[in-house]
């Protein structure tokens, strides 16, 4: 029976037998022991499982991705040294050069690079929508050579939220999957599979290990997306892989068919895998994830709720504020809190927004968010400082966006740090 996410948090992945250490063990070993070459030899054709090199495979990394995983309700998943490296690997399975994608234009900085300037070079091709375009004007941006739509369920920074059923219905209408970066919201508050997403990735440098430890990625394949039904759009899958004396991952691996290829070709080739110290901090981030959530959204209610109320603020943004304009979709999918980000701007110039920023006291300023610290950071001149003014609007970022992430400290100090900062302004 399928226990409930608390459980999974904590007990989730790693399963001694007698005698095992009660704790997630580090193996930081790059290989492994056989006997006799025959066995090693079934390894490399996949005919045999078993661990024979880190960048493939790791028993430190399997454990971790086994608990998000479950977490997250999919058929299999595969941790990354970064976010970053997650989405890429997401896209890049199902995309070659000639092939098409669509996302929204409200995602985090450094995929919109990512998908807008370095996937461009390798030949595949980015359109960016408008989430409020109707629908007809979003499905006139499909095209023969599309793969994938991609979104974020809380867009980083600006907090919109994505409606994961609208987008999941266009997307297989068009015969492509749907993937989302449920960074922000994490499983404990949404779970984008059980709305009809395909594939979910996260940057696992965020609250999954909440710490600020370790940067790394994850991505779970659903196992619902029908490959075979679509087998001409997506040949990598569904034709033979010369690379492994052509085997056909459809046929091989069913329903882990997409996850399988990202590790058996993708990590095998390109190689970004976590270090297994790092997915131990991981783990340790994710036995408390449903605490730390908890909390951050908590306080970030109460936070944004001051803000919306001060008379030094010009604007809000928080999913969980009545009025909000992502409020009624929060409700939808985020019945019990979003996370911690809220968006706020200050009145006055952007200097004066600097300067507020600046006479934080144990609020931080750091390029990093959704942390059990609050900090802050001002997106125009930080993570999107490649971005004209012009997409920074596009994107639902404004100039003044000031980016304040609640961590779990007690909420009267936060405010409190905010009230002193903005008294000097
Ligand atoms: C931070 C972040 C990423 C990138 O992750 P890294 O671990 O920094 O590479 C991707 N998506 C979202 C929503 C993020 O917040």
Partial sequence: MGKNIETIC???????????????????STTFKYDTSEQMARLFDLEDAGYFYTRLANPTNDAVAAKINELEGGVGAMLTSSGQAANFYAVFNICQAGDHFITTNNIYGGTFNLFGVTMEKLGIECTFIDPDWDDEKIEACFKSNTKCFFGETISNPGGAVFDIERFAKMAHKHGVPLIIDNTFATPINCRPIEWGCDIV???????????????????????NFDWDAHADKFPGLTTPDESY????????????????????????????????????????????LHLRMARHCENAQKVAEWLQKNEKVAWVNFSGLKGDKYYDLAQKYLPNG??????????????????????????????????????????ASHTHRQLTDEQLMEGGIRPD?????????NVNDIIADLEQAMAKM
């Avoid at 966006?401 to 400290?409: A, D, N, P």
């Fill in 10 to 28: 904590v007990q989730g992945g790693w399963q001694p037998k007698k005698g095992e250490p009660r704790q997630l063990p580090i193996y930081q």
């Fill in 245 to 288: 004396h052509g085997l056909i991952y459809t046929k091989a691996f069913g329903r882990q068919a997409y996850i399988t290829k990202a590790l058996t070709q993708l990590m095998r080739d390109l190689g970004s895998i976590p270090g297994p110290q790092n997915s131990f901090l991981l783990n340790l981030g994710l036995e408390t």
């Fill in 201 to 223: 990735t996260h940057s696992t440098t965020k609250y999954m290990d909440g710490h600020a430890t370790q940067v790394g990625g994850v991505i779970i394949d659903s196992g």
């Fill in 401 to 409: 966006l000031i980016r304040l992430s609640v961590g779990i400290e």
């Fill in 338 to 379: 979003g996370c911690g980000v809220i968006a706020f701007g200050v009145k006055g110039t952007r200097e004066d927004a600097i300067r507020f920023m600046d006479n934080l006291e144990f609020i931080s300023i750091v390029t990093h968010v959704a942390d059990a610290r609050t900090c802050v950071l001002h997106p």
